[in-house]
């Protein structure tokens, strides 16, 4: 009778153990279900949905140049400058974008009917500008040399400009440093006559011409500096230094009416 209770009471230790294993494995295995997925992998379910206006250039739409007939006041009738900037015409695509909880970018989708074609606008130009830099004037163009009528050196083929810089038909002209250089240029500069309203020293940009020789080739700019004057010389009328009138080295071609002459800087 004893061995049975003892037999008895063993059994049931035995399940009971058993049933707390059972229970423990059931809470492991809760436990991991509930862990799943990963919980080293941050929750990007948060998503971000914003509107982005991408421009986009439009290579075909750049702006033009319009040349206004009225004249500014103030100014000289013949300089031209611009009175309005112009603008390139571009394109505006607006995207619906998504992005997670990290700032990723998720997906990017074009919203229907949210494209813009911003046409280009033209730049004005209108005459009566001043004597600054950008502006530019269409000008009258001749010839001069150190020995023409009325010159100071019309007798010697020695002679200087209205600023006193000494011009020689045989050595060239007196460069800065006070040596004689072949040619007629002056710091690297041609040498020009022009209106008083363009300061002594200003450098111009003159383009589409028809001077040629003395190292100018025709439709090849080229750079002058004002530095005389003459009584016949006003307005758009620039006349370009070019040695001697008896062996001139400088020829223009007069079917080129009128070149463009660009103020790169002014003197003072």
């Not at 990290?102 to 074009?110: Q, Y």
């Not at 100018?216 to 004002?226: E, R």
């Not at 009584?231 to 040695?243: K, Q, R, T």
Request: glycine share 12%.
């Amino acid at each position: 009778m004893n061995l049975k209770r003892r037999f008895f009471a063993l059994f049931m230790t035995v399940f009971a153990l058993n049933g707390c294993i059972s229970a423990r494995e059931m809470e492991v295995s809760t436990a991991s279900a509930v862990r799943k997925p990963n919980q080293n992998i941050i929750d990007r379910v948060a998503l971000t949905t914003t509107v982005e206006n991408v421009v986009m250039s439009n290579n075909d739409a750049q702006p033009g140049l319009i040349l206004d007939t009225t004249t500014t006041e103030g100014g000289l009738a013949w300089v031209i400058t611009q009175v309005s900037a112009g603008t390139p015409g571009k394109i505006e695509q607006a995207y619906r974008v998504t992005k997670d909880a990290l700032g990723k970018e998720i997906s990017r989708v074009p919203i229907p009917g949210a494209k813009k074609v911003i046409p280009s606008q033209d730049a004005v130009l209108r005459y009566g500008g001043t004597i600054r830099a950008g502006n530019y004037f269409y000008a009258k163009t001749t010839m001069y040399g150190v020995d023409c009528v009325g010159c100071s050196g019309q007798f010697t083929g020695r002679g200087n400009t209205g600023t006193g810089i000494q011009l020689d038909a045989s050595r060239g002209v007196m460069q800065p440093d006070g040596s004689w250089k072949q040619g007629i240029t002056y710091n690297g500069y041609y040498i020009v006559a022009a209106d008083k309203n363009i300061p002594i020293g200003t450098v111009l940009k003159i383009t589409d011409h028809g001077y040629s020789g003395w190292g100018i080739t025709p439709g090849q700019p080229f750079y002058a500096m004002v530095l005389d004057r003459g009584g016949g010389i006003s307005g758009n009328h620039l006349d370009l230094y070019a040695g001697s009138e008896k062996s001139l080295m400088l020829s223009i071609d007069n079917s080129v009416h009128h070149p463009k002459a660009e103020i790169v800087s002014v003197g003072n």
